[in-house]
């Protein structure tokens, strides 16, 4: 009680603390940072003079940090009027406009820096899949951290609900880290020049979806961390629909190539013969 | 592999199409590696389109919108059963929580007597279970009844033809072959396929319409449910207190965790968005297969005339129109009904009733900073903003439905005559005008820190949702007027004026250098340098991310200094611009 009068006292006096300068301050630098690429997009030849001599790349690449320090400092910090202490929306106009803003400056800054180059599918959603269980590893620790004194404390298995709660956590956890690491492995390994790169990716992906369908339901279930909407309720059904959309297109890709290939190869043998 | 063919094929193509004018061979070769990619992008398209033209076929009829109806039904029952399951826990989550959050209070304070806990827990049971049956039980069944039967029906009168369909038709749109079909949706109208689909069309549309029925019984029992609230003699200001702090958990069963009593997103997320999801696919359905062709019948009677109209746009604005009214009317109705909570909150503190601080245990956040200030004016402060911004929302729903309904109106009155159409369409434009700044402005108060929608709920999304369907509805109206007006001896068959138009606004920058043919390639090729080329491909989407970025940014920065204006003028008794100007701006610009 008495902490929690020191933090009144202390709020008090000063409503305005460093997390909430910065979340003004932030918005604004990217509002002046936009707006002065905009007018110079107007004409092309200030655009092009910009685009020669990469004043665009380092400008996105500044507005895309501005937006991604503003991001966690909106997500986490304790004076936010985004959300709460368990995660959950409290101002709905900043946290999807923070998301919104933060997601169009980083496809803005990827335009920029991969201009020219040619995208694969498959690679754009196992990052899509990597950048989604970042938000759901943070969200978790966020979680975490507000029960984690509770959790360890032995009377909560005296408690079902809250034990299950505890439990449901804790899977989440490593599902979101299963999900970091198959997706870092899987881009890793994209590179490197693998025999039956396919297999190994087809295997990822069954692993993700089932790993996921059961996990959706336990991490946004009712007695779940994600029962409610915020980071992590999102980052969850992200997570679960791009391991459907990659799981179909692995599937098709690993039948293309040794279902399909093989009734290919058989007729091929048979008419060899006749071509000799 | 198909994307890679793709690719090199495209390359290739490429790089024979821009072989003929790039005679010096190190040009050619400069050419060639600037200008291909941009055709792969026309044969390739973004990933994002890729998965969405996998996933989302346009037709209504597909029966993939069936399956969606019948998944989402039985998902929506699913967590419906599932919240049954933990109905004790759900109510028991705010004590916990509370008592996770404020160890320091005395000890005992949540220590119930066992005899009244066992009862409590039965009654919550029997309620939760009754509220599925009466609620849930009847839209989930009844979706998932139908939608089976249709899906059986058209498999069974169709084959297995209508579950590939969607795949093959969004693989031959990513190979860019059925591109000229795609563009005419009236030669498309008159396909085979869309002949039986006509004769298909009454009894899924019956369908549609039983789904929509019993779906929108269902939101309105759940998402408008009666708040549980002591009422009678028997009620004592104990009671009262602890419904007002405790409401926002309690009063969720009525709607099994869908809601609680301001409509906000409840503890169980998953039968709110599968609850809407179920009666949108539900009213899309009724009005694919009954409204839609009737008014594309309608106005199929003007495609003879000259007028550069796109029937396509008005059969779809139609919808959109309907969509309007159906988020108006959801605002007016959960507006009304939380004006009702803040009435009863607001007498309740003009009685003049204190509060004991023990029991005020709300969220770890910055809000509880302030709640917990015994001195501190919150109440008198705040409640007005909620009270003034509540009725603004009111006012917001009621003009917007009645703005949609004129609009409505109208829209039908263009398919009468062709002498009628300007008329109608400029009043649907000022309509759709009104609409438009009537919930860009208001909407702001109601969406915005201290009003109604301040969380995300049934009302946020109903004014969000409006808000960009206006929008959506303005440009459409500006497009079909600028048709209106262009010349009619400007047709799309005229390949000379075609190719005009597309080097005009090639110059102007709004159309994509390769969706130019060759001999446009060649004239700019003599007035355009390549520099200016790559700027023309590359400007138009530049702009179009600087802008939202600009937009969303300043959207969050008002949101946020809203915020801070009520912060201020609770916590200082200062008005928002005294206190910001001299300490904020200084403080945090230039320290």
Known sequence: ?276 | MHNKNRQEESTLASFTSFESFSPAKKKKKFVFQTYSRRTDEESVPSTTQQILSRYIPKELSMIHYWIGLFLSSFLSLFFAADAVLHCKGMYQDDDQDNNRRSRSLEEGYYEYNDDSEEEEELDIQAKCIQVLKNKILFPTVSGMLLSGTVISFLIRLNGSKHLKEPLNKAKIRMTGRNQSAMQNPIQNAESLEQREQKRQAPLLGFAGFLSSIAWGRGIFAMMLNEPWRCRGNDCNDQDDLEYVFRQSTVDEIPSLGAVNSMGEVGSNANLFYFSWISFILSVSLCYGFTCSPFVHNHNSLDVTSNKKLSMHSYRVRMGTWISSTICCLVVTFVSTRIWREIVAFREYRIGQKSFDDDTIELEDDFWSIILKDDDNPFYSKFLPIMFNRTQIAIMMGLGGTTISSIAILAHWYVGQGDAALPMALWVELVLSLLQFLLFGIAGWFVTGSGGPAQSVGVLYYATMATFLISLRIFIGCIEEVIEAHVPVNISEDDEDNTSFKKNLNMVNGSTPYHSMDSPSIVSAQSILSRNTLEVINYRPGDLRRWALIATFSSLNLGSILDSVSIILLVCTNTTFCSHLCPRLLLHAFFL
């Open chain 1, 1 to 276: 009680m008495e902490i929690d009068q020191n933090i009144d006292d202390e709020e008090s006096e000063d409503p305005i603390d460093r997390s909430l300068q910065w979340m003004i301050f932030a918005p604004s630098m990217a509002i002046l940072i936009s707006s002065f690429f905009f007018f110079l997009t107007l004409r092309p030849q200030t655009y092009y003079f910009a685009v020669k001599h990469k004043i665009t790349l380092l400008g996105s690449l500044i507005n895309f940090s501005f937006w991604c320090s503003n991001l966690f400092i909106t997500m986490h910090a304790k004076s936010s009027f985004a959300v709460n202490g368990r995660g959950e929306i409290i101002t709905a106009n900043q946290y999807y406009f923070s998301w919104a803003s933060c997601s169009t400056s980083f496809l803005n800054f990827l335009s920029y820096l991969n201009r020219g180059k040619p995208e694969s599918l498959l690679a754009v959603l196992w990052s899509a899949i990597l950048k989604i269980s970042l938000v759901m590893i943070s969200a978790i620790h966020h979680v975490w951290g507000n029960i984690r004194d509770n959790c360890r404390d032995e009377s909560i298995y005296e408690d079902g609900y809250h034990h299950l709660f505890c439990r449901r956590t804790e899977f989440a956890f490593y599902a979101g880290y299963t999900g970091f690491v198959l997706s870092v492995l899987l881009l890793v390994l994209r590179v490197c020049p693998i025999n039956h790169f396919a297999v190994i990716e087809v295997i990822a992906s069954f692993i993700m979806m089932g790993l996921f369908t059961f996990g959706t339901y336990l991490i946004t279930g009712i007695d779940g961390p994600g029962q409610v909407v915020g980071d992590l309720y999102y980052a969850t059904w992200g997570v679960l629909v791009f391991s459907l959309v990659i799981g179909e297109t692995c599937w098709e890709q690993f039948s293309d190539q040794y279902l399909n290939a093989e009734n290919d190869e058989s007729t091929y043998q048979v008419e060899l013969p006749e071509i000799s």
